[in-house]
Structures are given as structure tokens and as C-alpha cells.
């Protein structure tokens, strides 16, 4: 980790050196998050705790459906005159999965039938130091890079839905709890940016190699995450 931060200070101090062919961007993104793994459910049911002080929660709550989130991205690269791409970037990203709820259980002792939805959201600051290339056509320019995504979650990840019954009685059963938060998130990641003027349009894959799960007893359980990038970039320097 030291080496790592050692490299991103010298990367941003020549990235920010005064020069015509350094670019400096701000971006605005929705990010489409879920989680892939054996331990990655298409649907889960809420445990409703007897006890008041306990809240009730998602029995598996990482799951394989993307909720859409939102980030905000500064970023610094250097375009050589071979058109090699090399910067680092820097974000602020709210994102979100969704799961779909079919049972609730602990309910008098018993469980039942429902239908509901719990979110999970999910804060990082993101590091993202990139390599690629660009192609130059008449009037636009195509960036194809290579990304690595050193996210650091920076809350408790957070869920929250509810879901109804269908047995008689019914009635709806909600869950309102902080999660662990689960440290850094690295993820690997292909991005391009197509480029008119000072406007870019961005579109990205990134799969995570970090196992949500790392230090859970008792259990073999893996989820990690995977995100889908979209967005609009804009030059700040001429």
C-alpha cells in the first residue's frame, strides 16, 4: 500500500506540471452496480427480529440485479504524441443493487410468502489510475483505456425495502439497517470516452476481485462486485 500511494503522489505531480498536452476533466456518472459470485442471489426474504432493539434485515442481501446510482469524477492525463493515454482520476461515488424479496421468515415463529424489494447502497471514494489510447478522427477522438478502481468504502453500506405477505393475514414487513462497511474494493475496468470539443461521452465495465464476504466465520460464501459506467466528461482546461 505504501509503494501504491508512493506512485499515485509522483503520477499527480507530473500530471499536474504545466503543459499543452495535459487534460483536466470533471464528469458526472450513473453507475449500475450489483454482485456476481457463487454467494450472489437473484432474490432473498427479511428476517423480522421479536425484538424490538434487534432491526430486521436481508438474509442475503449481495445481490446479482443493479440498482442505478451516482458519482462525481475529477481526472488528469497526459496524451503523448503517440496518442498513449496515461492519467489518474478521482471520484466520490453513491451506489446502489437492488434484491427481490419472496419470504419473510420469523414471523409468529413461522415464515411466509411476500413480495418486496430491498436496496442496498453503497459510498466509495475511488483512486483510478488509467492507461490507453487515443483515436483521432476529423472532428472526434476516441479514448480506449485500461482502469484499475481502488474504491475505499467510506460508510456503513445500508439497506432498506420491504416486503408484503400474501398469507392471510397479510402485512408488510420493512427493513431499515446499516451493514459493515467492507473496506477497499478493487476492481479492474476497460472505459471509453468518444470526445467533441471539450464534451466526452463515457461508457465502462468494471469487475471487482474483492470478496464482500472476506472474514465471514463459519461460512465459504463469495460476492464481489461488478459496475457499469455511464456519463458525460467536460474539459476544464483550454
Known amino acids: 500500500m505504501k509503494n501504491l500511494l508512493t506512485t499515485f503522489c509522483f503520477l499527480t505531480l507530473y500530471l499536474i506540471a504545466p503543459a499543452q498536452d495535459k487534460e483536466f476533466t470533471g464528469g458526472i456518472n450513473t453507475g449500475f452496480f450489483s454482485f456476481r459470485g457463487k454467494s450472489a442471489v437473484n432474490t432473498s426474504f427479511i428476517n423480522v427480529s421479536d425484538v424490538t432493539s434487534i432491526p430486521n434485515y436481508t438474509n442475503d442481501i449481495y445481490s446479482k440485479k443493479a440498482g442505478a446510482g451516482i458519482g462525481i469524477n475529477f481526472s488528469l492525463q497526459k496524451v503523448t504524441k503517440a496518442k498513449i493515454i496515461y492519467g489518474l482520476s478521482a471520484a466520490i461515488e453513491i451506489l446502489k443493487s437492488k434484491i427481490s424479496i419472496d419470504a419473510v421468515a420469523g414471523v409468529r415463529g413461522s415464515s411466509g410468502v411476500a413480495n418486496g424489494k430491498v436496496t442496498l447502497t453503497s459510498k466509495f471514494v475511488t483512486i483510478s489510475p488509467a492507461l490507453g489510447y487515443r483515436f483521432a478522427f476529423k472532428k472526434l477522438s476516441l479514448d480506449v483505456e485500461g482502469v484499475l478502481d481502488f474504491a475505499i468504502c467510506v460508510a456503513p453500506h445500508h439497506e432498506k425495502g420491504s416486503a408484503t405477505t400474501t398469507d392471510s393475514p397479510p402485512g408488510t414487513f420493512s427493513t431499515n439497517k446499516d451493514r459493515n462497511k467492507t473496506g477497499l474494493d478493487f476492481r479492474t475496468g476497460l472505459q471509453s470516452t468518444?470526445?467533441?470539443?471539450?464534451?466526452?461521452?463515457?461508457?465502462?465495465?468494471?469487475?471487482?476481485?474483492?470478496?464482500?464476504?472476506?472474514?465471514?466465520?463459519?461460512?465459504?460464501?463469495?460476492?464481489?462486485?461488478?459496475?457499469?459506467?455511464?456519463?458525460i466528461t467536460y474539459r476544464l482546461n483550454k
Do not use: T
Open 194 to 231: 468518444l470526445n467533441y470539443q471539450r464534451y466526452g461521452l463515457l461508457a465502462g465495465f468494471w469487475i471487482g476481485h474483492s470478496n464482500y464476504y472476506k472474514g465471514m466465520i463459519g461460512a465459504d460464501l463469495e460476492a464481489y462486485s461488478k459496475l457499469i459506467r455511464l456519463g
